[in-house]
Nanobody
Framework: QVQLVESGGGLVQAGGSLRLSCAAS????????MGWFRQAPGKERDIVAL????????RYADSVKGRFTISRDNAKNTVYLQMNRLRPEDAAVYYC??????????????????WGQGTQVTVSS
């Protein structure tokens, strides 16, 4: 089992920044590609950003490219999502996820192995 605990969500004004963190425990962190997903009320859960096991490959949703950056620290078993120039439409519950030994290209929303509990991001206009 892998336990994922997100932190860093909150309320921010449009144009502002937030940094989400996800601490993992339970298995070898570097065996897992990591990702951030989000779900707004009444909408499906979508991919936000994914990162490979080494951190050398990333994948972003078109809507966040150039504004969000995913990174990981394998020594700290932690993945981050730096969110800049936030927009009201970025408001959602953000979930951290892990998938065992996959590529970021192959990872879909329904194929994650583990999920965190989610952290709320609210963006005021």
């Amino acid at each position: 089992q892998v336990q994922l605990v997100e932190s860093g969500g909150g309320l921010v004004q449009a144009g502002g920044s937030l940094r989400l963190s996800c601490a993992a425990s339970g298995r070898t962190f570097s065996d897992y590609a990591m990702g951030w997903f989000r779900q707004a009320p009444g909408k499906e859960r979508d991919i936000v950003a994914l990162i490979s096991r080494s951190g050398g490959s990333t994948r972003y949703a078109d809507s966040v490219k150039g504004r969000f950056t995913i990174s990981r620290d394998n020594a700290k078993n932690t993945v981050y999502l730096q969110m800049n120039r936030l927009r009201p439409e970025d408001a959602a519950v953000y979930y951290c996820a892990a998938r065992y030994r996959t590529t970021v290209q192959a990872w879909g929303v329904t194929s994650s192995d583990y999920w965190g509990q989610g952290t709320q991001v609210t963006v005021s206009s």
